[in-house]
Structures are given as structure tokens and as C-alpha cells.
């Protein structure tokens, strides 16, 4: 039997892989014989480890984060895959949160840091977005507009 953290590499590489649920179990069962990752023993596991690595996956720890030290300095979130960063990006974007200041803010509300330091936390940050997005919230502009003279802001 595996320990937890070879299952949850099997299941950080389907992740990274965009792998569904089909064809992750299909690899299972044509690599090492088996339907389920909690069947599996440390041969299997090297086994599909071996195809996940044929496939483009690489294991790497995640490095520590910092805040962006300033605009010229965004691409910080190394330890995500290049579409979830893609992903992140268009949220962003769509939410209105296009500049380092106002991101640096919202993952403060969010996570009570100035930016994420793990995968875990950049994933949470994306599924607040995503419900923004449904919910079609779209930040105010980041300077309001002069008041007209004589009117009322």
C-alpha cells in the first residue's frame, strides 16, 4: 500500500496533466493493472509515474512566493502549471484586478498574505474568482472619475 504522499503526487500529476477521470483511469489500468490509485503498489506507482513523466509531467517542489516587487515583476507564480497561470490571468482580468496593487490586495482579503506561497493557495484564490466571475462582479475603476462641478459625486 502507498503512503498518502505518493497518492497525492499521482493526483497532482492527473492535475497537471488535464488528464478526466476516464483516461486517468485508463493509464491506471494499462500501466500497472489496476482501477483505482489506492490499489496500487510501489512498482505500479513507479510504473505510471514512468508514462506521467512520458506524458510532460515533472514533479518539482514549489518554491517559496514573494510579492511582486513591482509591475515589470508579475510572472511570480512559478509553482502552478502554465495554464493555470493563463487561467489566473484571464480571471484577473475579467474581474477587473488587471494591476499588481489592486492583486497584491486581493490576495490579502483572500488569504491574509500579500501573495500566495503555495499551489493550494493559488488554486484557492482561483475558485474566488471564478465566483466572482459568476457572480459578474467587476471592480470599480482604480481612479473614480472628477465629480462635474455643481453636481453631487
Known sequence: MLERRHLALIHLAKKDL??????????????????????????????VMQYFGKLGFVSKRAPAMRPPAD???????????????RYLAYLLRKVGLDDVRRQVGFCERQLKKRWPQTRAEANALI???????????????????????????
Open 18 to 47: 488535464c488528464l478526466d477521470d476516464d483516461t486517468y483511469r485508463d493509464v491506471l489500468q494499462a500501466e500497472a493493472g489496476v482501477s483505482s490509485s489506492k490499489d496500487l503498489d510501489v512498482a505500479g506507482f513507479e510504473k
Open 71 to 85: 509591475e515589470s515583476d508579475v510572472d511570480v507564480l512559478d509553482f502552478i502549471s502554465e495554464g493555470q497561470q
Open 127 to 153: 475558485e474566488a474568482l471564478k465566483k466572482m466571475v459568476r457572480r459578474g462582479y467587476v471592480a470599480p475603476p482604480a481612479e473614480a472619475p472628477e465629480a462635474e462641478p455643481g453636481r453631487a459625486p
